[in-house]
């Protein structure tokens, strides 16, 4: 069953079911935040989409698409990216030894059963295509550890480079990481490269 929404009074699809395969949480919100979505017979009422409480998923914020206008995407509207993980942070994947590739797929509104905090859990495709979300902060890092591992610090291309460290924020922006925590885990590389001050300022 698709989803629709009126923005700016034009209906719009922006998914089906509980997969909003169009839209991303932060163009939703902020759309309305400035109260340019209606609602549409049949379909939730705009806060319902935002609320824990109705389980909606939302489009990752893939950053090659955050020009596009409300409502619109690139390439498939199951769009997942891939990343390279080690299967020693997967314990409950099933899989053997080695490295596989997971997709980072979307982001869910929660609320955390271990803390009561509000937060866009990742939600990734497992190679066999199961998907799951994860919601502890430990775990994440460790996630994103990879994706700087694997696709940024090892990756000669820098465009990719740089569409993967944003990605890698994104992620921890979820989880309400502070700007410091983010530059600290994204560019490792920045900060082991910074000189210490050592003496006194004459």
């Given at each position: 069953m698709g989803e629709y929404i009126k923005y700016k009074n034009e209906e719009i699809k922006i998914g089906t079911v509980e997969n909003l395969y169009y839209v991303r949480f932060d163009k939703f919100k902020q759309a309305f935040e400035a109260q340019e979505l209606s609602h549409v017979d049949g379909n939730f009422a705009p806060w319902q989409y935002l609320d824990t409480q109705?389980?909606?998923?939302?489009?990752?914020?893939?950053?090659?698409?955050?020009?596009?206008?409300?409502?619109?995407?690139?390439?498939?509207?199951n769009r997942g990216i891939p990343i390279r993980i080690d299967q020693a942070i997967l314990p409950d994947e099933g899989l053997s030894p080695g490295h596989y590739e997971m997709k980072i797929m979307q982001q869910k509104p929660i609320i955390r059963r271990s803390d009561?905090?509000?937060?866009?859990?990742?939600?990734?495709?497992?190679?066999?295509?199961?998907?799951?979300?994860?919601?502890?902060?430990?775990e994440i890092r460790k996630v994103v550890g990879e994706v700087i591992?694997?696709?940024?610090?090892?990756?000669?291309?820098?465009?990719?480079?740089?569409?993967?460290?944003?990605?890698?924020?994104?992620?921890?922006?979820?989880?309400?990481?502070?700007?410091?925590?983010?530059?600290?885990?994204?560019?490792?590389?920045?900060?082991?490269?910074?000189?210490?001050?050592?003496?006194?300022?004459?």
């Open positions: 109705y389980g909606f998923r939302f489009r990752f914020p893939f950053p090659d698409e955050d020009k596009l206008p409300f409502g619109e995407i690139l390439g498939d509207y009561g905090m509000e937060c866009l859990a990742l939600v990734w495709a497992s190679p066999h295509g199961e998907l799951s979300r994860i919601e502890d902060d430990a591992r694997h696709h940024v610090v090892k990756n000669p291309d820098k465009d990719q480079k740089a569409f993967y460290q944003q990605v890698a924020s994104r992620i921890l922006e979820g989880y309400k990481f502070s700007e410091q925590q983010i530059k600290k885990i994204v560019f490792p590389q920045k900060n082991a490269l910074r000189p210490k001050k050592t003496g006194r300022r004459l």
